[in-house]
């Protein structure tokens, strides 16, 4: 007899419903985690007595650490997006896209989203955390100059704070280090919940 596949829903609307219907009916699959934030979705993990994830960088942050860290060991895994105008924003990795990215955040109000899954000796953890971040008004020179230092390249929003980034930014509200990546005190925090010692 072949093995189950485990599944994950994202989102339970009408559509995340049936496929929760289906997947309770099959032989060939288990349902394994949902990615929601909605009462709806509590209700339905609750019920079903899986996993709730407020979004994927959470699930996918939690797969990260099954795959390299064992039982009682301590473990982080984190990914940073940027969110401006309903538009999810991540690592450019060309000229081209940073371009048309902090063309996008010039002048915006923008969050900047950090999953973060943690692991220790008392159990698991996930959380998000977000930051809300103020720009001011770019030139398309200024642009094309942080563009060609090769910074925005490889960060999520094609920026970073710690770097020439930080000449854009008019104000923010919430973690500092979270705009750079990591939300390190509420990493911290919980690690210590965990059993980890951090020093």
């Given at each position: 007899m072949s093995k189950k596949i485990n599944i994950s829903i994202v989102g339970t609307g009408l559509m995340g419903?049936?496929?929760?219907?289906?997947?309770?009916?099959?032989?060939?699959?288990?349902?394994?985690?949902?990615?929601?934030?909605?009462n709806n979705a509590?209700?339905?993990?609750?019920?079903?007595?899986?996993?709730?994830?407020?979004?994927?960088?959470?699930l996918l942050n939690s797969k990260k650490l099954?795959?390299?860290?064992?039982?009682?060991?301590?473990?982080?895994?984190?990914?940073?997006?940027?969110?401006?105008?309903?538009?999810?924003?991540?690592?450019?990795?060309?000229p081209e896209i940073a371009l048309e990215m902090l063309q996008t955040?010039?002048?915006?109000?923008?969050?900047?989203?950090?999953?973060?899954?943690?692991?220790?000796?008392?159990g698991r953890h996930s959380l998000v955390v977000a930051t809300q971040v103020k720009w001011k008004e770019l030139t398309k020179d200024e642009i094309v100059t942080y563009i060609e230092t090769g910074e925005p390249l490889n960060k999520a929003g094609g920026y970073g704070?710690?770097?020439?980034?930080?000449?854009?930014?008019?104000?923010?509200?919430?973690?500092?280090?979270?705009?750079v990546g990591l939300p390190v005190d509420e990493v911290v925090s919980c690690l210590s919940d965990l059993g980890c010692t951090c020093s």
């Open positions: 419903l049936q496929h929760i219907k289906a997947i309770q009916k099959s032989k060939k699959a288990n349902l394994h985690s949902i990615v929601d934030i909605s509590k209700n339905l993990s609750k019920k079903y007595k899986i996993p709730l994830y407020s979004n994927v960088s959470e099954d795959a390299v860290i064992s039982f009682g060991e301590c473990g982080v895994a984190a990914d940073t997006v940027v969110s401006v105008n309903e538009k999810i924003l991540g690592k450019p990795g060309s955040l010039s002048g915006e109000t923008h969050k900047v989203i950090t999953g973060v899954a943690l692991i220790g000796p008392k704070i710690q770097g020439g980034g930080k000449d854009f930014v008019v104000s923010f509200e919430g973690s500092f280090d979270n705009i």
